[in-house]
Structures are given as structure tokens and as C-alpha cells.
């Protein structure tokens, strides 16, 4: 069965603070992505990542960075937290050639205070 | 992308079916519509993909009629396990530089006993 894994469930951090979310795929699939979802936005692409150490941005990606050093796993980083981004955070992963069908991992949900 | 609009909301009784349908005027020659589910505290779960015509799964039916402007998700005899969110998303994904997804805020289906 495949799996996206996400470190934590739930993280409470403090405003300034670096804060690093990490995704872990096995399904040797190229494509990665983090997204967050926030009460009536949806789900809002932050960065997605097609290779190892290639990353491009999404809609979102000021006050993020993105790191991936391995092809299964795919990190997120707040450089200095703030409250706006309180939210759930989704990673998920695709095959290349077929980004429309990906397959997510369970979020994490991160509070800033 | 192609932008598409469905029903912020909907209710059903337990063992109807259910229909939500999913607009998309704009939709290009080489995209493909998409349905993705999402329950409460997890990630959105792909649950069927389809060009035109009819494709059925074991969870859903997906009918898109010729001029692809709109497209209808069937689920047969819903459950109390079938409330959650579902997306509809236009796109081709498997090109290179298309990978990204736009979920919009979905379809609310709550099922009553």
C-alpha cells in the first residue's frame, strides 16, 4: 500500500521560531508537493519539488523554503514562524507524468503562537 | 488551469445515490477531469480521473458528457462514511510545468442517517 508520512500530527511553535516539517514517500515517486489548507481557502500549493534538489514555487511561497536532499523525502521550513501561518500542512507525491493523481499524507496541523 | 465551480454543499440520506456536478467551461483539449475525496482530519484521497464519456470504479462513477463543459460524480447508495469533501479539478498533468493542482473549496456532502 503506498504511504506519505509526515513527522508530526500536531506542532506548537512560538512566533520566530524555525520550524521543519518533513514528508517521507515510498513509492519512489518523483514529483512532491506541500500545500496548507486554511477554512475557506482550500488547499493552497506552497512549493512542489520534480528531482532531488529541484524545487519550483506555487501559490503561496513567501515565508516558506523547501529542501530535498533525497528523492523521498521533501521538507518544509519556516524560516521565522509567524501566526499567519497557523494552518494544516498537506505533503503529498505523484508520479511524473501524472501529477493529477496524488496521493497525500495525513497533515500536520501547526499552531503559532 | 481551467476554473470550475460546484455546490459548496450538499445533503443526502442514507442508500440514495448521489450526484454532484462539477462546471468547467473553459476546459482545454488535453486536460482531464479529476475527483478527489477528503474526510475530516486526513489528507484529500484521489478517487477517479476521466477524459470523456463514462469511467467507473469501485467507488465512483464519473460521467462527462461531449462537450466536457461539466462532469458528474455518482456514488451508488451512500453510507454515513461517505461525508467528506470532494474536489473537482481540470487539468493535464502530465506534462512537465503542469503539476500543479488548484482545489477550490469543494463540494460538502453530509450524509443523514
Known amino acids: 500500500d503506498v504511504k506519505v508520512t509526515q513527522s508530526s500530527r500536531y506542532l506548537v511553535k512560538r512566533t520566530g521560531e524555525k520550524v521543519f516539517l518533513e514528508c517521507v514517500q515510498d513509492?519512489?515517486?518523483?514529483?512532491m508537493f506541500w500545500y496548507r489548507q486554511d477554512p475557506g481557502l482550500g488547499l493552497r500549493l506552497i512549493y512542489f519539488?520534480?528531482?532531488?534538489?529541484?524545487?519550483e514555487k506555487g501559490d503561496i511561497p513567501e515565508g516558506y523554503s523547501v529542501s530535498r536532499e533525497k528523492k523521498e523525502r521533501f521538507s518544509l521550513i519556516l524560516e521565522s514562524a509567524s501566526t499567519n501561518q497557523t494552518s494544516m500542512y498537506l505533503c503529498?507525491?505523484?508520479?511524473?507524468?501524472?501529477?493529477?493523481?496524488?496521493?497525500f499524507g495525513p497533515g500536520t496541523r501547526l499552531t503559532v503562537t | 488551469l481551467a476554473k470550475t465551480t460546484q455546490p459548496i454543499s450538499m445533503d443526502s440520506y442514507e442508500g440514495q445515490e448521489v450526484n454532484i456536478t462539477c462546471s468547467h467551461n473553459?476546459?482545454?483539449?488535453?486536460?482531464?477531469i479529476t475527483w478527489y475525496q477528503q474526510f475530516p482530519s486526513q489528507g484529500p484521497r484521489f478517487i477517479i480521473q476521466?477524459?470523456?464519456t463514462k469511467v467507473t470504479n469501485e467507488v465512483a462513477s464519473l460521467f462527462i458528457p461531449a462537450d466536457r463543459k461539466s462532469s458528474t460524480l455518482s456514488l451508488p447508495r451512500v453510507s454515513l462514511s461517505d461525508t467528506a469533501v470532494y474536489y473537482c479539478?481540470?487539468?493535464?498533468?502530465?506534462?512537465?510545468?503542469?503539476?500543479?493542482?488548484?482545489f477550490g473549496t469543494g463540494t460538502r456532502l453530509t450524509i443523514i442517517p
Open positions: 503529498a507525491s505523484s508520479r511524473i507524468g501524472d501529477s493529477y493523481e496524488q496521493y
Open positions: 513509492m519512489d515517486h518523483e514529483n
Open positions: 473553459n476546459i482545454a483539449t488535453n486536460d482531464y
Open positions: 476521466g477524459y470523456k
Open positions: 479539478l481540470v487539468g493535464d498533468g502530465r506534462n512537465f510545468g503542469n503539476e500543479k493542482l488548484t
Open positions: 519539488s520534480y528531482d532531488v534538489k529541484m524545487k
